[in-house]
Nanobody
Framework: QVQLVESGGGLVQAGGSLRLSCAAS????????MGWYRQAPGNQRRLVAA???????NYADSVKGRFIISRDNAKNTMYLQMNSLKPEDTAVYYC??????????????WGQGTQVTVSS
């Protein structure tokens, strides 16, 4: 069984920083594309940033220049460094990963979500 576990959310003042982590565990053979999504109350879940196994990245326009996505393939772990946080960044952040398990089955997995709250 495959699991994604997130950590690192919390409450921070505007202008501050937070670092999120997402670790894949269980019967993980290979992790392909990983991404961070966020969902604010009343809004749809939207992509924040994504990173492929080779390291190429893409970002939502709203976070470019402030957020940095990275990954450690040896640890099957992804990170999101969030700087210059704004109140509009407040949301539940979810990690997502395309994973191939030991049975060679491919699937998209979601973490449980972690709350990020930015106060003004």
């Amino acid at each position: 069984q495959v699991q994604l576990v997130e950590s690192g959310g919390g409450l921070v003042q505007a202008g501050g920083s937070l670092r999120l982590s997402c670790a894949a565990s269980g019967s993980v053979l290979r992790v392909n594309t990983m991404g961070w999504y966020r969902q604010a109350p009343g809004n749809q879940r939207r992509l924040v940033a994504a990173i492929i196994s080779g390291g190429s990245t893409n970002y939502a326009d709203s976070v470019k220049g402030r957020f940095i996505i990275s990954r450690d393939n040896a640890k099957n772990t992804m990170y999101l460094q969030m700087n210059s946080l704004k109140p509009e960044d407040t949301a539940v952040y979810y990690c997502n990963a395309d994973i191939i398990d030991y049975n060679k089955r491919s699937g998209a997995y979601w973490g449980q979500g972690t709350q990020v709250t930015v106060s003004s």
